[in-house]
């Protein structure tokens, strides 16, 4: 059922005069203006420590050119001054909670550079530790990596950026990619050098060893090193290397015009991947090409070929193992060494772009419709009406979604629905905390708003729009 209730839209940007503490409002349960911004294109919300940076880009409708500005502010980021607006930043992670980050420490998307910034808008941003790369830092419990680009060194800040606390854990080291920035399991960093050793430094101890010679490129679990042999050649062997034993198996043949040139995953459940790499339980190797006319393939830890779709397209790796492929019109769930199941699936192969994982499914959206598919192979069900594109889970009950340009809570289990907010564009879920929304993206009146967890599943008593919302 759709919650009815008239209101009247309100500036609300002035409640917060009414209080001593300008973020009251960011507990409360009332939409938060943050931001007005003419012709809106795309924002983003990042939270460090006790403010938040608003980044956000605006297109000029009549030169196509593109303006970034970087906006911040205290709690949900009410009332905010800007940072910057001819550098691309964004406050530093540190630590795994960002409310323990320091948000006076950011680092330009562009150059790799940190910076010392005043989250009150007081003063420039002034260049902070230059030798340092900030763009991709490694968070260990034994301190923060960083890759010194002066002396190609990998430092460990144990409170950084104190110089005190820093250690150099390994030199000369390769930065290219895939072999920057290097892989992190367990206790254990692995790295490549620019002599092509791959060696392991142990976290705890400091000690460092040499593993593997001549590597191109590799990737490392806690007890195997998938590696790409350095030829110089378009082909170049594939092999797995068991640390207990020491033992190297071929797998196969890499080939240049037919593999991804890359073992660094992008992400362990993103479809971009190289195309040998461990699955995602770390279980199994699988060779899945770049080109469509190679066969696919997988490998147990030992080497040896197991059960797997010798054709389509890969869609998704699971965090189970599951792997769902594309065949054709088909949609198949598939596990290395077993046999594969035929999933329901959109009625349209081009909605297969609109699938979403979960926990043991997928789901799709499909004419209103948000409908699961469980990966047993059992028929997919309807569990909610009136979803848009854009949908996100905000727990095991409630969903929010984008329908029709309405921000909506939906209540699957009950049809219960609750409007939030009207012409609205994009929207980013804070899980826990909130979410950050647009309004009227790409006009003069855009905006940039913030509703807080609290008002999540009810309707508010304003309504951000310049009608009524019902």
Same mark, same amino acid.
């Given at each position: ?47 460090? !420590? ?39 930043? #964004?406050?530093? #992670? ?21 910076? /010392? ?10 260049? &902070? ?63 490549? #050098? ?17 593993? &593997? ?29 068991? /640390? ?18 890359? &073992? ?6 993103? %479809?971009? $991947? ?14 899945? %090409?770049?080109?469509? $006319? ?9 080497? $040896? ?7 389509? *397209? ?45 926990? !043991? ?6 004419? !209103? ?11 997919? /069900? ?5 979803? @848009? ?15 029709? @340009?309405? &921000? ?7 049809? $219960? ?28 009146? *855009? ?7 609290? !008002?999540?599943?009810? %309707? ?11």
């Amino acid at each position: 059922m759709w919650v009815a209730r008239l209101v009247i839209f309100a500036a609300l940007a002035p409640m917060a005069a009414c209080s001593d503490d300008p973020t009251a409002v960011c507990s409360g349960t009332e939409p938060v203006l943050l931001l007005r911004r003419a012709n809106l294109h795309s924002f983003g919300v990042t939270r460090s !420590g006790d403010y938040s940076f608003i980044a956000s880009t605006a297109v000029d409708p009549v030169t196509n050119d593109h303006a970034f500005t970087i906006h911040v502010g205290p709690a949900c980021g009410v009332e905010p001054v800007l940072l910057a607006d001819s550098i691309r930043l #964004r406050p530093f #992670r540190a630590h795994d909670d960002p409310a323990d980050d320091d948000p006076t420490i950011a680092c330009d998307l562009d150059s790799g550079t940190f910076f /010392r910034v005043d989250p009150d808008g007081e003063a420039t941003p002034t260049l &902070l530790l230059p030798q340092l790369y900030c763009n991709s830092s490694l968070r260990t419990p034994y301190g923060l990596l960083l890759l010194d680009r002066q002396t190609r060194g990998i430092w460990r800040y144990h409170d950084f950026p104190a110089p005190g606390t820093a250690r150099r854990v390994a030199e000369d080291i390769d930065i290219s990619i895939p072999h920057w920035p290097p892989r992190v399991v367990g206790d254990e960093l692995f790295y490549v #050098r620019t002599d092509r050793e791959l060696r392991v430094h142990d976290l705890d101890t400091d000690a460092d060893r040499p593993l &593997l010679s001549r590597v191109a490129e590799f990737d490392a679990t806690a007890t195997h090193i998938l590696w790409r042999e350095h030829t110089g050649a378009p082909l170049a062997p594939m092999r797995i290397l068991d /640390r207990a034993t020491g033992t190297n198996t071929y797998l196969g043949l890499y080939h240049e015009d037919e593999d991804i040139a890359s &073992l660094y995953p992008s992400s362990r459940y993103d %479809p971009v $991947h190289t195309s040998w790499r461990f699955d995602t339980t770390d279980a199994f190797v699988l060779h899945i %090409p770049s080109a469509a $006319h190679v066969p696919m393939a997988a490998f147990d830890l030992e080497g $040896h070929p197991v059960q797997f779709p010798a054709w389509g *397209a890969l869609w998704r790796e699971m965090a189970d193992g599951t792997v769902i492929v594309v065949v054709g019109r088909e949609l198949l769930a598939v596990r290395p060494g077993a046999e594969p199941r035929q999933l329901d699936h959109p009625s349209e192969v081009q909605g297969y772009w609109n699938l979403r994982p979960g926990d !043991g499914f997928l789901e799709y959206q499909e004419n !209103g419709e948000l409908r699961r598919i469980a990966l047993d192979g059992s028929p997919a /069900r309807t569990i909610a009406f009136g979803v @848009g594109y854009e949908w996100t889970w905000l727990d095991d009950d409630y969903l929010l979604t984008n329908y029709a @340009g309405i &921000l909506t809570t939906v209540h699957p289990a009950t049809t $219960h629905r609750s409007e939030l907010a009207r012409t609205v564009g994009s929207f980013s879920v804070v899980p826990g905390d909130g979410v950050h929304f647009t309004v009227e993206p790409g006009t003069q009146s *855009a905006s940039i708003w913030y509703l807080p967890e609290a !008002g999540l599943r009810e %309707p508010p008593s304003r309504c951000v729009k310049l009608d009524v919302c019902e």
